[in-house]
């Protein structure tokens, strides 16, 4: 699970700090059964949604909304500004993280970790909506919103990470003759991978969210469906678009652990 | 108009929906605690009701924001009520996974020679277990109260109380000298509401930890 392995061996003050694990119910413990079980449920949820609205009469406006064409558009949109989003967040977190660990940069890791903690209480509409007023609508600041949004959870564990790599093994790759970066990149890389990954979960798991506030500067996603539900008052289509969202958002998050159990090094 | 102007002009307003934004904050972190500590204690002891406890609250902070304050719409209408319900649900994993942690941590010796002094299982929870797991417990609090005050500005969709309002009232009104004043008013001032629970929330740690284990 993302969170045990920040936690574990650091004191308890390190849970405080609002990590990967947040987002992390169904995490590397995830056993054979719940593993295959997971997706069934899912499709359990859309069957049972799908049955629920053909048993209602649907009017002219909710059918210009819940039709296959309509939402598979909006997912796709959802999908782009997700992958986008969080590939931006690692290409920027991971090398910025590495790059802030290394000696002479250290002082800089502790105010950092802070300010991602706080960082958290910044409203995700409010960037967005900022960044609509002074720049533009569409997918380009909706992007940008959500990378801003994302960025600190990867970058915090990036950071994390790389320091809570035992200082002796460090040293027992230099005095084996490796140079900083083979140390770098055949010792601390590997051993941090576990905490970075956690962090990439939860910035997926965010990206996804808040791709759904994407609909507020026209840059689609499955928002669109909801706030069409809100905007005309139909239940159907609100209860539609929500359903549709937390399914699509807790099936990534499942895929973002199977991932993570995947990359995991062995022998970690 | 400049922010400085629009702030000296509209402050009356801002300070009441700031008001707002932290009280349905702090109520929906008192019941989340409430809630929080209780599944915490009835389930630490064992391994499977805790991990289906923390797979539900972690459920419950994958689903998108937008998406569950749409969804408790259809039993709670719209308002003040959803979106504390909504917030209470995001704040629960922080708090249940401390509590279940900090109890967990306790030393089981300092447990058994509360036994061996004759106190119950009631009386060892809330004398010795509790005061010491607290340290652990209000800081999943502080994590909760962040992840809460910036989602309780997207509350403003179903009508919900709080400075989410003029940003959502900024938007409307694209291209208008203000909007920007608005909407960035708003949204320094629920970081600003951040910042000052973060502050009051280490502060009350401190003082409401058992005076034997304060550092």
Redesign the interface.
Known sequence: MAVDTSVAGSAPADITAPTAQDADPLGGGMSLRAKLATPAVFAGVCVALYAWVQGRELDSIEQRVVNADFIVERLLQHLQLTAASTLLVIAIAVPLGILLTRAGARSITPPLIGAANIGQAVPSIGVLVLLALWWTIGFRPAVVALVAYSILPVLRNTMVGLQQVDRSTIDAGRGMGMTKRQVLRRIELPLAVPVILAGVRTALVINVGTATLATFVNAGGLGDVINNGLVQNRFTVIVVGSVLTAVLALFIDYLGGLVEDLLRPKGL | MSLGEYLVKNWDRLLELTVEHAVIVLIALAIATVVGVTVGIATYRTQRPSKIA??????F????????F??L??PLGLGAKPAIVALVLYAL??IL??TI??LR?VDPAVVESAQGMGMGRWQRLVRIELPLAW??VI??V??S???T??????AA??NGPG??KD??R??AR?GTPT??SQ??S??LG??A???L??VGFLLLGKLTTSRGIRD
Do not use: K
Request: aromatic share 4%.
């Open positions: 923390l797979a539900v609250a972690g459920i902070l994958t689903i998108p924001s937008f998406a569950l749409g969804l719409i259809a994993l922080p996974r401390n942690a900090g941590a340290p652990i800081t999943g502080r994590v109260a962040m992840i005050v910036g989602i309780a500005a997207i969709v179903i400075l989410g940003i959502f900024a938007l694209v909007a920007v909407a960035l708003a949204t629920i970081i509401i951040g910042i629970l973060d």
